[in-house]
């Protein structure tokens, strides 16, 4: 998977196996990052989907090396990280998240995730509300919310087949031209915004062994749940930005959800002509945002 300059890889273990996470050590962050080791640290979560790694974040975190300490992991069952042959539940990744951010930080940070990473890490800061110093949350949507129920569409149900649904992560989700229609029909909001180093950084993450594991419990629905439920019990201040052609949730959904708890939720920013990742789509756009919404949450 492609790793940004300056950046090297590490791990940290956790209950359900090793996490791969990036975090600036060489030039030309070396001499600022060796000063602000103990300084404000900005963890970066990606999304699911198939080939989901921490790269989805990677044209963004670097912006931010020269200020902040980095971390931006695979999340377990994605990317370089271990690939346990498991059918992922919820519980898995609220543990896993918590886990991995016990690891990795001293005190409260602010965690920067997407889409239904986003969603989970409401979870958790709802239970570990310690941890958290603020959010900033791109499309944060549990994919169940307001009781529509995911997981009893045509293409769950499907997906929940064996037998097919190893078929069509192999032949329909793994390739490179599947990635590519995907990222560009339904993720972004313009086609022409989809290069090739995109596709071949989710390919490489869709083709390493076991990887459908994780995948397919996500597009079963294993992992959605109704953030409606969820959302009024968060007190960490936060902000969301949501793109406006976002096809799995749309803005009316983000603007729901924010309604209901005006208090943490200090900004909804809506991006126009974009979907599902703004952090890939426009990538300056969303730094200068985040740049934004710092110092206002913290």
Request: net charge negative; aromatic share 12%.
């Given at each position: 998977?492609f790793?940004?300059?300056?950046?090297?890889?590490?791990?940290v273990?956790t209950?359900?196996g090793?996490?791969?996470?990036?975090?600036?050590?060489?030039?030309?962050?070396?001499?600022?990052v060796?000063?602000?080791?103990?300084?404000?640290?900005?963890?970066?979560?990606?999304?699911?989907?198939?080939?989901s790694?921490?790269?989805?974040?990677?044209?963004?975190?670097?912006a931010?090396?020269?200020?902040?300490?980095?971390?931006?992991?695979?999340?377990?069952?994605?990317g370089?990280?271990?690939?346990?042959?498991?059918n992922?539940?919820?519980?898995?990744?609220l543990?896993?998240?918590r886990?991995?951010?016990?690891?990795?930080?001293?005190?409260?940070?602010?965690?920067?995730?997407s889409?239904?990473?986003?969603?989970?890490?409401?979870?958790?800061?709802?239970?570990?509300?310690?941890?958290f110093?603020?959010l900033?949350?791109t499309?944060?949507?549990?994919?169940?919310?307001?009781?529509?129920?995911y997981?009893?569409?045509?293409?769950a149900q499907l997906?929940?087949?064996?037998?097919?649904?190893?078929?069509?992560?192999?032949?329909?989700?793994?390739?490179?031209?599947?990635i590519?229609?995907?990222l560009?029909?339904r993720?972004f909001a313009q086609?022409?915004?989809?290069?090739?180093?995109?596709?071949?950084?989710?390919?490489e993450?869709?083709?390493?062994?076991n990887?459908e594991?994780?995948?397919?419990?996500?597009?079963?629905?294993?992992?959605?749940?109704?953030?409606?439920?969820?959302?009024q019990?968060?007190?960490?201040?936060?902000?969301?930005?949501?793109?406006?052609?976002?096809?799995?949730?749309?803005?009316?959904?983000?603007?729901?959800l924010a309604?209901?708890?005006?208090?943490?939720?200090?900004?909804?920013?809506?991006?126009?002509?974009?979907?599902?990742?703004?952090?890939?789509?426009?990538?300056?756009?969303?730094?200068?945002?985040i740049?934004?919404?710092?110092?206002?949450?913290?």
């Open positions: 998977m790793q940004p300059l300056g950046f090297e890889q590490r791990s273990n209950s359900l090793k996490i791969v996470y990036y975090t600036a050590t060489g030039s030309p962050w070396q001499e600022k060796t000063t602000n080791l103990d300084g404000e640290t900005l963890v970066f979560l990606h999304g699911f989907g198939g080939g790694s921490a790269y989805e974040w990677s044209k963004v975190y670097p931010f090396a020269a200020e902040y300490r980095i971390i931006a992991p695979d999340l377990i069952g994605w370089r990280s271990e690939h346990p042959a498991h992922y539940k919820i519980d898995d990744y543990t896993t998240i886990e991995f951010l016990q690891q990795t930080t001293t005190g409260p940070v602010t965690v920067i995730a889409s239904l990473t986003a969603a989970l890490t409401i979870r958790v800061a709802i239970a570990h509300p310690e941890l110093k603020s900033i949350l499309t944060p949507a549990g994919l169940s919310d307001f009781g529509e129920d997981s009893r569409s045509f293409f997906v929940s087949v064996p037998i097919i649904d190893r078929l069509l992560y192999s032949s329909g989700i793994a390739t490179s031209g599947g590519r229609s995907f560009e029909q993720q086609a022409n915004r989809v290069y090739q180093e995109i596709v071949d950084a989710y390919l993450s869709a083709q390493q062994p990887a594991y994780a995948a397919l419990s996500f597009v079963r629905g294993d992992l959605c749940f109704d953030l409606s439920l969820y959302i019990q968060m007190t960490t201040p936060t902000a969301i930005i949501w793109g406006q052609k976002s096809q799995f949730t749309g803005p009316e959904i983000g603007r729901r309604e209901m708890n005006p208090q943490a939720i200090r900004f909804f920013q809506i991006l126009e002509n974009v979907g599902l990742t703004p952090q890939l789509e426009l990538p300056a756009v969303t730094i200068g945002l740049r934004q919404f710092l110092p206002l949450l913290n």
